[in-house]
């Protein structure tokens, strides 16, 4: 099993940055292959906003968020950050992380992640 917490969350001003954080902990290895980020604002879906390859060299981002949002991670740590720049009052929502041990093709579809982090609010005021 693997275990991920989300931190970094919070109140920010529109136009102002936020960093979160995901790490990753529990049986890891071979076991976080794509890792992403997804959000859900209240009373919609969970969406896709961004996720990356093992590797890192592969990164793909939602239309909504391309060019404000950028995500990385550090295998060796465990963690997955997503950077959230010039923030729009859109973007609050609960973040949340996901990963999964088996390869796919696709990124942006919530039932391809098999582990989840609880979320963690983002807030952002107009």
């Known amino acids: 099993q693997v275990q991920l917490e989300e931190s970094g969350g919070g109140l920010v001003q529109a136009g102002g940055s936020l960093r979160l954080s995901c790490a990753a902990s529990?049986?890891?290895?071979?076991?976080?292959?794509?890792m992403a980020w997804f959000r859900q604002a209240p009373g919609k879906e969970r969406e896709f906003a961004a996720a990356?390859?093992?590797?890192?060299?592969?990164?793909t981002y939602a239309d909504s968020v391309k060019g404000r949002f950028t995500i990385s991670r550090d295998n060796a740590r465990d963690t997955v950050w997503l950077q959230m720049d010039s923030l729009k009052p859109e973007d609050t929502a609960v973040y949340y992380c996901?990963?999964?041990?088996?390869?796919?093709?696709?990124?942006?579809?919530?039932?391809?992640?098999?582990?989840w982090g609880q979320g963690i609010q983002v807030t952002v005021s107009s």
């Open positions: 990356i390859s093992w590797s890192g060299q592969t990164t």
């Open positions: 529990g049986r890891t290895t071979g076991n976080t292959y794509t």
């Open positions: 996901a990963t999964r041990n088996y390869y796919s093709g696709r990124y942006n579809y919530t039932e391809d992640y098999n582990y």
